[in-house]
């Protein structure tokens, strides 16, 4: 051994990083050495995900706040916390448009997830909101945020019936405060009733501003009215000071007769401070009208606020209903034409006369844009009566999204790019619908080949099933037969992996049919091919598969008879070749066949498939009791993993984790891992592999061997 702690730690870098020795091994030359602080360098160079704890995760999808500082309506508040404690399924928030029960409502959920003891504590918070799209929220959507919030997305797939008892599973399992916001707009009735029936301990906070008869039942009504006199000054005096207009209006007590005018209602508050800046009228003036205007208050304040906007403005207003939660700069910008001072000038306009919302979680992050419900559903009015200028704004828009999908596309070789779509994935998605309903089926499809991997590797499969149908059903449509063999491909791919057989199955008659009027391309007939092996993995019949796949390797040595072995879809149907022979315990040819497929790979292939040849190479070893080299391609696989989020990935590893630390004795370890193995196998909906990750536990629990063939 070395006589110094600064040779020892030299020693033990170059054996991890250039020796490939694994933890096992490290940890005892640690020992050995009398290296202090063993555990510190131990972690660095080869770190143990699959044991450390994680730090907690808190599970919310709420909006990011329109508003810089919350005024605490304290009376407001304390009845919503009030009621939260009561035995009541549902909390109600009631009142008129505009009031700020959307505002309450977020401030009340993210104070339930801190331990403050102001509010009753939830584990978790999921925001659903009707404002975007209204009437479009039923059951089956609150059921599909709840599972997407809560990371079971695998749930989503699953028929509504056994959804909706797996979520309530969930929501029995955790306390979850489930808000729903705008449900005047509702109208599904099942989704009144399930919400006043919410299973224990979970609770449900709605806002309306009409209160139904239903809502008698099981449910705490807390009303909503104008802001209280010391409230109502605070917003002003927040307000002002973003206007720059405080010292123009002097003491507040100038403007008590526009309190008085608009109700104390935030929103009308907020409107009419921004006319006052704009319009350049005495104060007295301005109140005149207010207790002079017809009809809705807020359609007279609109239709002031709508005349002061120029024509960029208005543009950048109109085309901010096309997003469905919020837009960034880039994208308004590009959607309404207005770019540079333009846009800026505009943008401060219609945030001054509070017709548009920014949203900022912090100075490091860009701000994004939304509208208020009263302000898109008057917008959304004035669109309607422009259809020219609508027709050119989408098309504008959907280039955008367009655009932005090309970037990221199969981004098999660069993993960090999908980072690009995470905050536009609504849009993405949103875009392609809306396409593909008006029968714009290129731009649909364009859209779909450009996102369709991301949602894959993100783990957002119900998204990723719609964008699918999407991508056939277009292709279908415009004839190209090549594109919706791959789309009909990908579709069978995703019923297969959450053993939704039955459903898949006429869909592989359908794709062989589609299949043979065309001369297909290498990668399109290999997507093919693999998707039919998938079906005939969840069936259990490898031999089924392995015929597949045979298949697709003989068609790309025909048709490519000299490049053949260096594509990217040559490399994965090999590496599934070579897990055959690993399942049918060939060890030999499948570790022959996947180190050569390994070399290959590491220079043209996607990281998932290296990921997935070392893991089978790490399952290999394990079958041999060669535990320090499965350990070390694990390491590998997992940091890679974790890195790149790749959730399907991270339950597989954690499942031969747990082999691994079977065969050394490692029970407590083992039992671990399968836990966390289990819970992505759940939250993925891939319900084969949950089933035998969770025989594998129970045998260990009863003291039986684990399964000695690993899940694929």
């Not at 905050?423 to 875009?431: P, R």
């Not at 180190?595 to 399952?619: C, D, G, I, M, T």
Request: with cysteine.
């Amino acid at each position: 051994m070395p006589p110094d702690a600064t040779s020892i730690k030299l020693l033990a870098e170059a054996a991890v990083r250039r020796g490939f020795l694994g933890r096992e091994w490290l940890q005892r030359f640690l020992h050995a050495a009398r290296y202090p602080f063993a555990d510190k360098l131990l972690d660095a160079l080869c770190p143990a995900p699959q044991v450390r704890p994680r730090p907690p995760r808190v599970y919310e999808n709420l909006p990011a706040p329109t508003y810089s500082q919350f005024v605490m309506r304290e009376q407001a508040f304390a009845e919503v916390s009030d009621g939260l404690g009561k035995r009541s399924a549902a909390v109600l928030i009631v009142g008129m448009g505009g009031n700020g029960k959307t505002s309450l409502a977020r401030e009340v959920a993210a104070h339930c997830l801190r331990d403050d003891g102001e509010t009753q504590q939830f584990d978790a918070v999921v925001w659903v909101s009707d404002k975007d799209r209204p009437g479009t929220t039923n059951l089956t959507t609150v059921l599909d945020e709840v599972a997407r919030t809560l990371d079971y997305p695998g749930f989503t797939q699953f028929d509504h019936d056994e959804k909706r008892r797996e979520v309530e599973q969930l929501l029995r399992r955790q306390r979850v405060l489930l808000v729903v916001d705008n449900f005047e707009t509702i109208t599904d009735g099942a989704l009144l009733t399930w919400l006043l029936n919410l299973p224990e301990p979970s609770k449900a906070l709605i806002t309306t501003r009409e209160y139904r008869r239903e809502f008698r039942r099981s449910s705490w009504p807390v009303e909503l009215r104008g802001m209280r006199e010391e409230e109502v000054r605070t917003l002003i005096d927040q307000r002002l000071r973003q206007l720059r207009i405080a010292k123009l209006v002097g003491r507040l007590e100038k403007l008590e007769p526009l309190i008085t005018a608009t109700g104390g209602n935030p929103k009308a508050i907020e409107i009419t401070l921004g006319l006052l800046k704009y319009e350049r009228r005495p104060l007295q003036d301005l109140v005149d009208d207010l207790y002079a205007a017809r009809g809705d208050l807020f359609d007279d304040l609109f239709s002031r606020a709508w005349a002061l906007l120029d024509e960029a403005a208005r543009r950048v207003l109109l085309v901010a209903t096309f997003f469905p939660t919020s837009a960034s700069g880039d994208a308004l910008r590009a959607t309404a034409d207005v770019q540079g001072f333009a846009f800026d000038r505009a943008v401060e306009r219609l945030a001054d006369l509070a017709l548009l919302d920014v949203q900022q979680a912090d100075l490091s992050s860009p701000p994004r844009y939304a509208l208020h419900p009263l302000v898109r559903a008057f917008a959304g009015a004035r669109l309607a009566e422009q259809p020219t200028k609508e027709d050119d704004s989408r098309s504008r828009w959907l280039a955008w999204v367009i655009n932005l999908s090309a970037t990221v596309g199969d981004s098999w070789l660069d993993l960090p790019r999908l980072a690009t779509l995470d905050s536009e994935c609504e849009t993405i998605h949103a875009a392609a619908r809306w396409a593909f309903d008006r029968q714009c089926y290129a731009p649909a499809l364009e859209i779909v080949l450009g996102a369709s991997y991301y949602y894959y590797a993100r783990g957002l499969w119900e998204q990723k099933a719609d964008l699918d149908q999407i991508h056939f059903e277009s292709a279908h449509a415009l004839g190209n037969t090549s594109e919706e063999v791959r789309g009909l491909a990908y579709y069978v791919q995703m019923l297969s992996k959450q053993d939704q057989r039955e459903q898949a199955i006429p869909y592989i008659a359908r794709l062989r049919a589609v299949a043979e009027m065309i001369v297909l391309h290498e990668d399109v007939f290999y997507f093919m091919h693999n998707a039919i092996a998938s079906y005939w993995i969840a069936d259990s019949d490898l031999d089924a598969a392995w015929k597949e796949w045979q298949k697709s390797l003989v068609y790309a040595r025909k048709r490519n008879p000299e490049t053949y072995g260096t594509s990217h879809t040559y490399i994965a149907n090999l590496s599934w070749i070579g897990f055959y022979h690993l399942w049918t315990g060939h060890l030999a040819e499948a570790q022959h066949l996947l180190l050569e497929v390994l070399e290959y790979a590491q220079h043209s292939a996607s990281q998932r498939v290296v990921n997935f040849v070392q893991q089978n190479l790490a399952r290999i070893h394990i079958e041999l009791n060669q535990r320090d080299e499965a350990e070390r391609y694990l390491t590998v696989c997992a940091q890679q993993a974790y890195i790149h989020q790749d959730r399907e990935a991270m339950a597989s590893i954690q499942r031969a984790y747990a082999r691994l630390h079977t065969l050394r004795g490692d029970i407590p370890a083992a039992r671990a891992s399968l836990a966390e193995a289990i819970d992505r196998f759940e939250r993925l909906g891939m319900r084969r592999e949950l089933a035998e990750a969770r025989q594998t536990l129970a045998d260990l629990d009863t003291g039986a061997a684990v399964d000695a063939h690993p899940a694929a």
